[in-house]
């Protein structure tokens, strides 16, 4: 065995400690190893398969966008279209008191938003920690957790002498689950998605669940908005940053949001809506190729991960640059060069072999490591996985990492670019608000989706900068719940 010295540790995301081990001596530890020949054969391989063209990426562009273009002119579409009645930007005068709830796959949220216009916002929030139980029991029940929860909040905010009392306070409810609307305080879930499984709520108003809880418990409150958090997360970063014209999530899951005009949108046009006014369009662009197939780079391996998901064929283009799927893509790679004899010869390699055991931090803290022998690699592997590595390994598992990332951002910017290239956004130059884990998180995943920017469009691909969104579903929910109370108060659409 290699003589290890010393140790530190790095805390995951999961709050799992991993130690990171330091190594005196690269010995032979009596193991057959991959030599870094051999390895560097076997990369070349993986960069063909993982690497994204600028031709190649201009031409799912172009399907991108039609595939967009279709969601708008027709139901039922694979990437939906969704309109989100919310009426244009907001104006940056919007002022006062608004609750805002946000039902989390992991926290219910709770905030109370004062708007002090031009940009301004005050906050205080809390948050519920929500159980796998309650995920799963009677619908009703679970609005009657929140009802309560904003209750105890209002209580003691009234106490605080925050809020008045006998004030009734408009709500905004952000409901990031594929919901049906054809108003704007109104939305039947279509299904649960992040885990929940709560029976009587599917085909219902969740809206109208979410009012008879609020009434059972006596909580001054007024629904007036359902959003999901990507079209919040829109609205506050124009609030904030006006030059905005895009929202994306990129984390466990992936979405935008963007404003178009109504004339554009041909399935509502029987609404009778002011063909020059805009609405917010929640894309749900996560759907874009599925079933069909035909226009993203899968690998064998993309195609492993669909058939065994729960939902083969669908979300195509999400199980591309997830965050929930990027380690599992490298590990079946490890998995397929175990089965050829190439690594671990003489390990065991069982722990490895169970599916979503590779966790995408590891991709992130693999890229990040600075250490010229990959101590944090080495770490990962022997922490989770009891494996020996060379350094060869690991260099080679290191570029791997970062060839899966980096095909996940570049994809990513081909999402960004067909919503620029469709609204002709490229020659003025625009500021996309993008969150999310990968996002946030993983080294590089910006510089990577800029890159791809310029790739597509060439030099013209700066004007398009993404940057740290604002709060989407606490901030941006609150300024959709004002734009709405002010937009029926004034008479405009008050049925929409």
Same mark, same amino acid.
């Given at each position: 065995?290699?003589?290890?010295?010393?140790?530190?540790?790095?805390?995951?995301?999961?709050?799992?400690?991993?130690?990171?081990?330091?190594?005196?001596?690269?010995?032979?530890?009596?193991?057959p190893?991959?030599?870094?020949? #051999?390895?560097?054969?076997? !990369?070349?391989?993986?960069?063909?398969?993982?690497?994204?063209?600028?031709?190649?990426?201009?031409?799912?562009?172009? +399907?991108?966008?039609?595939?967009?273009?279709?969601?708008?002119?027709?139901?039922?579409?694979?990437?939906?279209?969704?309109?989100?009645?919310?009426?244009?930007?907001?104006?940056?005068?919007?002022?006062?008191?608004?609750?805002?709830?946000?039902?989390?796959?992991?926290?219910?949220?709770?905030?109370?938003?004062?708007?002090?216009?031009e940009?301004?916002?005050?906050?205080t =929030?809390?948050?519920?920690?929500?159980?796998?139980?309650?995920?799963?029991?009677?619908? =009703?029940?679970?609005f009657?957790?929140?009802?309560?929860?904003?209750?105890?909040?209002?209580?003691?905010?009234?106490? +605080?002498?925050?809020?008045?009392?006998?004030?009734?306070?408009?709500?905004?409810?952000?409901?990031?689950?594929?919901?049906?609307?054809?108003?704007?305080?109104?939305g039947?879930?279509?299904?649960?998605?992040?885990?929940?499984?709560?029976?009587?709520?599917?085909?219902?108003?969740?809206?109208?669940?979410?009012?008879?809880?609020?009434?059972?418990?006596?909580?001054?409150?007024?629904?007036?908005?359902?959003?999901?958090?990507?079209?919040?997360?829109?609205?506050?970063?124009?609030?904030?940053?006006?030059?905005?014209?895009?929202?994306?999530?990129?984390?466990?899951?992936c979405?935008?949001?963007?404003?178009?005009?109504?004339?554009?949108?041909p399935?509502? +046009? =029987?609404?009778?809506?002011?063909?020059?006014?805009?609405? %917010?369009?929640?894309?749900?662009?996560?759907?874009?190729?599925?079933?069909?197939?035909?226009?993203?780079?899968?690998?064998?391996?993309?195609?492993?991960?669909?058939?065994?998901?729960? #939902?083969?064929?669908?979300?195509?283009f999400?199980?591309?640059?997830?965050? $929930?799927?990027?380690?599992?893509?490298?590990?079946?790679?490890?998995?397929?060069?175990?089965?050829?004899?190439?690594?671990?010869?003489?390990?065991?390699?069982?722990?490895?072999?169970?599916?979503?055991?590779?966790?995408?931090?590891?991709?992130?803290?693999?890229?990040?490591?600075?250490?010229?022998?990959?101590?944090?690699?080495?770490?990962?592997f022997?922490?989770f996985?009891?494996?020996?590595?060379? !350094?060869?390994? $690991?260099?080679?598992? $290191?570029?791997?990492?970062?060839?899966?990332?980096?095909?996940?951002? $570049?994809?990513?910017?081909?999402?960004?670019?067909?919503?620029?290239?469709?609204?002709?956004? !490229?020659?003025?130059?625009?500021?996309?608000?993008?969150?999310?884990?990968?996002?946030? #998180?993983?080294?590089?995943?910006?510089?990577?989706?800029?890159?791809?920017?310029q790739?597509?469009?060439?030099?013209?691909?700066?004007?398009?900068?993404?940057?740290?969104?604002?709060?989407?579903?606490?901030?941006?929910?609150?300024?959709?719940?004002?734009?709405?109370? +002010?937009?029926?108060? %004034?008479?405009?659409?008050?049925?929409?």
């Amino acid at each position: 065995m290699s003589s290890r010295r010393g140790s530190t540790s790095v805390v995951l995301p999961s709050g799992q400690t991993l130690p990171s081990y330091t190594r005196s001596s690269e010995d032979d530890d009596g193991l057959p190893h991959a030599t870094k020949k #051999k390895m560097a054969d076997h !990369l070349r391989k993986y960069e063909s398969l993982f690497t994204l063209t600028p031709q190649r990426m201009r031409i799912i562009v172009e +399907a991108f966008k039609e595939s967009l273009e279709l969601g708008l002119s027709k139901h039922g579409q694979v990437v939906p279209m969704i309109p989100t009645y919310v009426f244009g930007w907001p104006s940056g005068k919007e002022t006062g008191k608004y609750l805002a709830v946000d039902l989390g796959g992991t926290n219910l949220r709770v905030c109370l938003v004062t708007l002090e216009g031009e940009g301004k916002f005050e906050i205080t =929030q809390s948050k519920y920690r929500l159980s796998e139980e309650q995920k799963q029991e009677d619908g =009703q029940k679970l609005f009657d957790f929140c009802a309560e929860c904003l209750k105890a909040f209002i209580d003691s905010n009234i106490e +605080a002498g925050v809020i008045e009392k006998d004030v009734i306070l408009p709500l905004g409810f952000t409901f990031s689950y594929p919901c049906s609307q054809d108003r704007i305080d109104h939305g039947v879930l279509i299904r649960w998605t992040k885990g929940f499984g709560a029976p009587n709520t599917e085909g219902h108003d969740v809206v109208a669940m979410f009012r008879q809880s609020l009434a059972k418990h006596s909580v001054p409150a007024d629904v007036v908005a359902l959003t999901c958090d990507t079209t919040g997360t829109l609205i506050a970063s124009h609030y904030v940053n006006p030059k905005t014209r895009i929202a994306c999530i990129f984390g466990t899951g992936c979405n935008a949001a963007y404003m178009e005009r109504v004339s554009d949108i041909p399935k509502i +046009a =029987q609404l009778g809506i002011d063909p020059n006014a805009e609405i %917010a369009i929640n894309c749900e662009w996560g759907a874009f190729d599925s079933f069909e197939h035909e226009n993203l780079p899968r690998t064998k391996y993309d195609i492993i991960i669909d058939e065994s998901s729960n #939902k083969p064929g669908e979300q195509a283009f999400e199980k591309l640059i997830s965050g $929930r799927y990027l380690g599992e893509i490298l590990r079946l790679i490890i998995c397929e060069l175990i089965d050829e004899g190439v690594l671990f010869l003489g390990q065991n390699t069982y722990k490895i072999e169970i599916p979503y055991s590779f966790d995408t931090a590891f991709l992130s803290l693999m890229e990040s490591d600075p250490t010229d022998e990959l101590l944090m690699i080495i770490g990962i592997f022997s922490h989770f996985f009891a494996l020996e590595t060379t !350094l060869a390994e $690991r260099q080679f598992f $290191r570029a791997l990492a970062k060839l899966v990332a980096r095909r996940a951002a $570049r994809l990513s910017a081909c999402g960004i670019a067909a919503i620029v290239s469709k609204m002709g956004y !490229l020659d003025e130059g625009c500021y996309v608000g993008a969150d999310g884990s990968l996002y946030n #998180k993983y080294p590089m995943f910006a510089e990577r989706i800029h890159e791809g920017l310029q790739d597509i469009f060439g030099d013209k691909g700066k004007n398009i900068v993404t940057y740290h969104a604002e709060d989407g579903s606490g901030i941006g929910s609150a300024i959709v719940a004002a734009m709405t109370k +002010a937009r029926r108060d %004034a008479g405009i659409y008050p049925n929409l």
